[in-house]
């Protein structure tokens, strides 16, 4: 079945510092999507960065980055020189197979220190 | 920019009421979805639409329906709203990019308590 997973319920990050947030995936769909969504405390869910299976190069966006390992079928968020603003919740999803509908992992819940 | 309008950020009602949140999306998206986020639940949903006057229930449909007489607009209504269903409401869109490039754009969330 397919399933998203995300193991860091929490982590803290220093202002200015990298910081890699965790997601690995099961599908058995040669072609796929992952996205991750920041929801800060205000509780609006937004889209940062997506990464097609297809895709030769790992996908960017200003400061995420999203370090995919197909192989090991994981799509590791990495958001470089973190700043305050950056704190809030990250969820990983992707599409269940064969539909428009998301499965999302249970978040990773990020504090930036000052 | 893809804006996708909740109607309310925070709604009180009370047991027995009946309730309507609405979803207003301005990129003539296809896809409509209702979600609910309690803590340690995730992210849960009730229900999405494909089309106009098209539904399919989520995974937690019950005491819920849903509206879609037009492509912008979606409503989630809680028949006989119950305590049990205070929780945090979302709305989303997303157009047919392919099933892999599906993004779904989110609104800002109504935070509903029923009392």
């Known amino acids: 079945a397919q399933k998203i997973t995300q193991t860091q319920p929490g982590m803290f990050v220093q202002e200015k510092e990298a910081v890699t947030l965790d997601c690995t995936y099961d599908?058995?769909?040669?072609?796929?999507?992952l996205f991750w969504y920041k929801q800060p405390s205000s509780g609006e869910m937004i889209f940062l960065i997506y990464?097609?299976?297809?895709?030769?190069q790992n996908a960017t966006e200003g400061r995420y980055s999203l370090n995919f390992q197909k192989a090991r079928k994981s799509a590791n968020l990495v958001i470089s020189a973190s700043q305050l603003g950056d704190s809030a919740m990250y969820f990983c999803?992707?599409?269940?197979?064969?539909?428009?509908?998301?499965?999302f992992g249970t978040g990773t819940r990020l504090k930036v220190l000052a | 920019d893809v804006k996708v309008t909740q109607s309310s950020r925070y709604l009180v009602k009370r047991t027995g009421e009946k309730v309507f949140l609405e979803c207003v999306q301005d990129?003539?998206?296809?896809?409509m979805f209702w979600y609910r986020q309690d803590p340690g639940l995730g992210l849960r949903l009730i229900y999405f639409?494909?089309?106009?006057?098209?539904?399919e229930k989520g995974d937690i449909p019950e005491g819920y329906s849903v509206s879609r007489e037009k492509k912008e607009r979606f409503s989630l209504i809680l028949e006989s709203a119950s305590t049990n269903q205070t929780s945090m409401y979302l709305c989303?869109?997303?157009?047919?990019?392919?099933?892999?490039?599906?993004?779904?754009?989110f609104g800002a969330g109504t935070r509903l308590s029923v009392l």
């Open positions: 599908t058995s769909d040669p072609s796929y999507g």
């Open positions: 989303a869109s997303s157009t047919w990019a392919g099933l892999a490039k599906n993004i779904q754009y």
């Open positions: 639409s494909y089309d106009v006057k098209m539904k």
């Open positions: 990464q097609g299976s297809y895709d030769q």
């Open positions: 999803a992707m599409p269940l197979s064969g539909t428009y509908k998301y499965i």
């Open positions: 990129m003539d998206h296809e896809n």
